[in-house]
């Protein structure tokens, strides 16, 4: 932490001491213009999926309020807008990442920051320090026990998340150092996310991100009513990092080093694709087998080399995730992605239907690609993708993507960004004039008075 910063006792307590201090005008210019992209990002996905039936079901279950659900008419109470919006942006697993979590914190930090200065009546300054608060202790407490959570069983996004966006709601709203601090106590005793939706491609991680976000709301507002959550909530004998990642003990440095003077936020990563995360290097390594002049036909088998701890959720078991039976399984088949972006030179929404992942070329291509695990890669520090081709010639190709397209090595760039959000947006029914009126709105939100600008969006 800060050299100047007084020593606290636990790390919530030194946590809710830098949130309570930060000035927004200290804000680093890329971290604010990272937040906006955030809103932007999280924005174009949630009207792309408005009309799916897992965000539907979500509205049929909303109550009526002051908030809004980009992309639906009316307005929601603070909880259910979160819920919608949140679950909406994580929805096609197409929303932005960390390396190193990995962890998704627009789809979490944004929708809850949003519905609370809603609710509250509060203006873009609340809102962008509630945003770099979340996004910024999301990314750094997913380094705190690398791949344990994963391992068991649980998805760091929905339980690193609850308590990130109690401690952004907290920041929006003004609350002193006690009562963030329990608000992230509170936090604890609400995390959840399992991630048994691998076994079948079901759609509860969709929700993780929603859910998250309205824990994150409940737990500010139960603090701010004067309800007390545990101090050691993170170092605790009984504490959220022995609850949820027991395998591995627990290094708070990544958490609290630097905090007050860099941003680790500035280092994440927007998504190329709308699949997970760890499967983008092989896309991209598929697609320069394909641009090589390579066709489907000339290949024997295709073999990745992984990292171990990605194996469970996006390799195994092989012949399911050679023949996944939802558009969602599919986005975590490492093998129907690659055949996808070999095929179709991309995987966007589109290439995500029930007629493209059960196309027969598709799962031809997809059965013969399978996987060998390298002890030296670089997960989860960096996403990288390799894979040997062997041609039905007696020849072979190999071929390496050394890091994540727009990740910190090769970050997309602010047109790229905006433009997937317009075709996110026009796909979901938007005219690019509406559009690029959101994009104008995001360039003045953080210097607005209120937020209901916001509203203009609910249709």
């Known amino acids: 932490m800060n050299q100047h910063s007084p020593i606290k006792d636990t790390v919530a307590e030194a946590l809710a001491h830098w949130i309570v201090n930060l000035n927004v005008s200290r804000v680093s210019p890329k971290s604010r213009e990272i937040a906006r992209m955030l809103v932007v990002d999280v924005a174009g996905l949630a009207v792309a999926a408005r009309g799916e039936e897992y965000v539907t079901s979500c509205v049929g279950a909303a109550e009526p309020g002051l908030a809004t659900a980009i992309g639906h008419e009316g307005g929601f109470d603070s909880f259910s807008a979160a819920l919608i919006n949140g679950t909406a942006a994580h929805g096609e697993d197409y929303d932005d990442t960390f390396e190193g979590g990995p962890v998704h914190s627009g789809a979490v930090i944004v929708p ?114 004067g309800f007390l959550g545990p101090r050691s909530v993170f170092e605790g004998t009984h504490g959220f990092f022995q609850a949820f990642a027991p395998s591995r003990a627990p290094d708070f440095s990544p958490v609290l080093d630097t905090l007050g003077q860099e941003w680790v936020m500035e280092t994440i990563a927007f998504k190329p694709y709308a699949c997970g995360t760890m499967t983008q290097p092989f896309i991209d390594c598929a697609i320069q087998l394909a641009e090589r002049g390579i066709a489907a036909s000339d290949i024997e088998t295709i073999v990745c080399q992984v990292g171990e701890g990605t194996v469970h959720r996006l390799w195994e ?56 695990i390298d002890p030296n890669d670089e997960y989860p ?18 071929i390496r993507q050394p890091h994540m397209r727009g990740g910190k090595h090769a970050p997309l760039t602010i047109a790229e960004i905006e433009e997937k959000f317009t075709d996110n947006a026009i796909y979901g029914g938007w005219k690019r004039e509406t559009a690029e009126a959101f994009l104008a709105l995001s360039h003045t939100i953080f210097g607005s008075k209120d937020v209901n600008g916001f509203k203009e969006y609910a249709l």
């Open 381 to 398: 520090t960096n996403f990288t993708g390799q894979l040997k081709a062997h041609l039905k010639d007696g020849s072979e190709i190999e």
């Open 317 to 372: 078991p092989l012949a399911s995730k050679h023949a996944p039976q939802t558009t969602y399984a599919a986005k975590f088949s490492t093998p129907i992605c690659m055949a996808l972006g070999f095929i179709d030179r991309k995987a966007g929404l589109a290439q995500f239907t029930e007629e493209r992942i059960f196309d027969p070329a598709v799962r031809e291509l997809a059965s013969k690609i399978s996987y060998v």
């Open 112 to 225: 809850a920051v949003l519905a609370a200065c809603q609710r509250e009546g509060l203006g873009g300054e609340a809102l962008l320090k509630g945003i770099v608060v979340g996004v910024e202790l999301l990314c750094r407490l997913s380094l705190v026990a690398p791949k344990a959570i994963h391992k068991a069983g649980f998805h760091p996004t929905a339980v690193i998340g609850t308590v990130a966006a109690a401690a952004a709601v907290s920041a929006a709203l003004g609350l002193d150092e006690k009562r963030t601090v329990s608000a992230i106590g509170i936090a604890g005793s609400m995390a959840a996310g399992i991630i048994e939706y691998l076994a079948e491609g079901t759609w509860t991680k969709r929700m993780h991100a929603g859910n998250a976000a309205q824990s994150g709301i409940r737990a500010a507002l139960l603090a701010r009513g």
